[in-house]
């Protein structure tokens, strides 16, 4: 078995609605997010083009195209989350745009166990609709680090 990991990191932010201490606010992180691939195929298999699970760069523009892009220095928001009703009701018709633009809404709570589950979710669809990516090649786990101490991880 061989595994291969990438990381890429993004700044976002995020609230836990009904959380007890702090995460009920608005606050933001510098997320470090890890993809790993594991392949079944040995060195000397005719399966390892270039004797590769995956070109890294591969990878690298996989995560860039559905987890950086798309969440980095956004505010991740769990859908149903009440702020969206009562903060924003507000807000004059003008900043609706900006905060379309600044705002990602997810059907999850945003604690880093569930963007692990998201963002794993989101990669995997990916790669499977990318074009040379090996049939043996499986993403196994996805690891989320929100703080240099915390980091949570999602393998199915």
């Known amino acids: 078995m061989f595994t291969i990991s990438k990381t890429i990191g993004l700044d976002a932010g995020h609230r836990i609605p009904d959380h007890h201490a702090k995460c009920k606010y608005l606050h933001g992180h510098r997320y470090t997010v890890t993809a790993f691939l594991d392949s079944l195929a040995v060195s ?3 399966q ?3 004797g590769m699970v995956l070109d890294f760069g591969f990878l690298k523009r996989a995560m860039m195209k559905v987890i950086h892009d798309p969440y980095d220095h956004k505010m991740i928001l769990y859908g149903q989350d009440p702020f969206l009703r009562f903060k924003l009701g507000d807000v004059p018709k003008p900043m609706w745009n900006l905060l379309r633009e600044s705002c990602v809404l997810i059907s ?4 880093a166990e569930n963007l692990a ?3 794993f979710d989101a990669l995997r669809d990916e790669l499977l609709l990318m074009s040379g990516v090996p049939v043996d090649v499986r993403l196994t786990k996805m690891e989320v680090q929100e703080t240099p101490t915390s980091i949570a991880t999602y393998a199915p």
């Open 48 to 50: 390892l083009v270039d």
């Open 108 to 111: 999850l709570i945003p604690t």
């Open 44 to 46: 000397e298999s005719e």
């Open 117 to 119: 589950k998201h963002w």
